[in-house]
Every structure is written in structure tokens, then in C-alpha cells.
């Protein structure tokens, strides 16, 4: 069962006298899918790779995520390794970062490292994956305190430099 679909996670088999078995499977929740290398790739909520859902489909993997209120994970180079999210860790900590201010990102566009979050009310927040994030994780967690505090309107935040750079 688990090696033919990707969905589950663990099989539980409990064997009850006389001729009864009791079978408790445990799924994963899917929460992204991945567009990269012209594949449309299904991601759980843990960065485990679930299901390719199509190649060469960019425009049908895009209906897929409106239709399954998925984050869209675009890249112009691979996703996955092994099985799981490249990036899953480092996307995990933004994520959380974010969601204590309310933002719920619904895009994730990265590109050599570089990765722009799309929240559903189309504000962009700009982080470098591959150098210090919890440096900038720290400093959104300063500003985003200010911003809500002071109902600061922006169209994007940009947390790369020492001084966050934000566009109004």
C-alpha cells in the first residue's frame, strides 16, 4: 500500500483474535505543489514528495493549485530531492514568520536562492534562502510588528539588506 501511493504515510496492521484485522493508515496533507523542470510536482505538508500530477502543464498545474487552494512553489531549477522539498526547512520558517502577522501566502517564486512570497492580499515578501534567514526572519519580525502597529499600506518588503527595504 505505501510504496503505491504516495499519500500515505503509515499503515498500522493489528492482528484481533480469532480472524479479525484492525488497519489504521496515516495520510499525508497535501499543502504545495511545485512547478520546476516542466513538472508539476505534489508536496505534503512535511515536504514529502506525494505525486507527480503532470508534465509539461504549466497552465493545468496552476488550475490545480486555484482549485485545491495549494501555495504554488515555481523554480527554475529543481524542487526535489530525494523525495522531499528542497527548500521545505527554510520555507517552513518563513511561513511561520508570516503567519504570526496574518499573512497567508498562497506563491513562492524562487530563483537561485532568492525567494519572493505572494500572500493572498498580493503583498510580496523577499528573502535570500541561501544566506543568514533567521537575520531576516528577525528583522521581519521587527517591522512586521511596526507595520501593523502603524497600518503601514506596502506593496513589498524586501528583508535581504540590513535595512529592510519596503515599497509603498
Same mark, same amino acid.
Given at each position: 500500500?505505501?510504496?503505491?501511493?504516495?499519500? !500515505?504515510?503509515? *499503515?498500522?496492521?493489528?492482528?484481533?483474535?480469532? @480472524?479479525?484485522? %484492525? $488497519? /489504521? $493508515?496515516?495520510?499525508?496533507?497535501?499543502?504545495?505543489?511545485?512547478?520546476?523542470?516542466?513538472?508539476?510536482?505534489?508536496?505534503?505538508?512535511?515536504?514529502?514528495?506525494?505525486?507527480?500530477?503532470?508534465?509539461?502543464?504549466?497552465?493545468?498545474?496552476?488550475?490545480?493549485?486555484?482549485?485545491?487552494?495549494?501555495? %504554488?512553489?515555481?523554480?527554475?531549477?529543481?524542487?526535489?530531492?530525494?523525495?522531499? %522539498?528542497?527548500?521545505?526547512?527554510?520555507?517552513?520558517? *518563513?511561513? @511561520?514568520?508570516?503567519?504570526?502577522?496574518?499573512?497567508?501566502? +498562497?506563491?513562492?517564486?524562487?530563483?537561485?536562492?532568492?525567494?519572493?512570497?505572494? =500572500? @493572498? =492580499? +498580493?503583498?510580496?515578501? $523577499?528573502? =535570500?534562502?541561501? +544566506? +543568514?534567514?533567521?537575520?531576516?526572519?528577525?528583522? &521581519?519580525?521587527? $517591522?512586521?510588528?511596526? !507595520? /501593523?502597529?502603524? &497600518?503601514?499600506?506596502?506593496?513589498?518588503?524586501?528583508?535581504?539588506?540590513?535595512?529592510? *527595504?519596503?515599497?509603498?
Amino acid at each position: 500500500l505505501k510504496e503505491s501511493n504516495g499519500y !500515505i504515510k503509515k *499503515v498500522y496492521i493489528k492482528k484481533s483474535l480469532p @480472524r479479525k484485522l %484492525l $488497519i /489504521n $493508515i496515516e495520510e499525508y496533507t497535501p499543502l504545495y505543489i511545485g512547478y520546476s523542470s516542466e513538472s508539476c510536482l505534489l508536496f505534503a505538508d512535511t515536504g514529502e514528495l506525494i505525486s507527480t500530477i503532470c508534465e509539461e502543464c504549466e497552465a493545468e498545474c496552476t488550475q490545480y493549485v486555484s482549485d485545491h487552494n495549494y501555495t %504554488l512553489i515555481t523554480s527554475e531549477s529543481l524542487l526535489e530531492s530525494g523525495g522531499k %522539498l528542497i527548500y521545505y526547512e527554510e520555507v517552513y520558517k *518563513v511561513e @511561520r514568520v508570516l503567519s504570526t502577522f496574518k499573512y497567508e501566502i +498562497n506563491s513562492l517564486e524562487i530563483s537561485e536562492g532568492i525567494s519572493i512570497f505572494k =500572500d @493572498r =492580499d +498580493n503583498h510580496s515578501f $523577499i528573502f =535570500d534562502l541561501t +544566506n +543568514n534567514l533567521e537575520t531576516q526572519l528577525a528583522r &521581519m519580525l521587527l $517591522i512586521g510588528e511596526k !507595520i /501593523n502597529e502603524d &497600518m503601514i499600506k506596502y506593496s513589498s518588503i524586501d528583508l535581504r539588506f540590513e535595512r529592510p *527595504v519596503m515599497e509603498l
